[in-house]
């Protein structure tokens, strides 16, 4: 299977089961794989239909559907988190993203779940 056989397979599955557990129409409009400069490198997936409350609601079960799509591609799920629209409750995406250095002291220096007003931490696992 090709790498974009695989982002569309796990695509579909995850925008199903997101659909199942929220009783909504959820899209998932696209999924990409991405490296930055920086260094850090993972999945993104655009949403329409998502909104900060379904996150709050059903957080253990869309963090473990995350954690299994990152697996599914080979993306170590350590730092999962929702880009909100600014100013609104619209999940603009969901990602999954292995942090370089220096994001990874970004973040580790943050507290919450809305280190700043348009992300919303799924999951950060801290390094020892």
């Not at 974009?4 to 129409?25: M, Q, S, V, Y």
């Amino acid at each position: 299977m090709t790498i974009i056989d695989t982002l569309a397979k796990n695509r579909g599955e995850l925008e199903n089961k997101l659909r199942n557990l929220l009783a909504k129409p959820v899209f998932l409009i696209e999924m990409d794989a991405f490296a930055l400069p920086c260094g850090c490198k993972g999945l993104t997936i655009n949403t329409r239909g998502l909104q900060l409350d379904d996150l709050e609601i059903f957080e253990e079960h869309i963090n473990e559907y995350m954690k299994k799509t990152s697996e599914d591609l080979e993306v170590e799920p350590s730092f999962l988190f929702a880009r909100l629209v600014p100013g609104t409750a619209e999940v603009a995406s969901l990602n999954s993203r292995v942090l370089c250095n220096r994001c990874y002291m970004d973040f580790a220096r943050g507290t919450g779940k809305q280190p700043r007003p348009d992300i919303y931490i799924l999951n950060f696992s801290r390094r020892e």
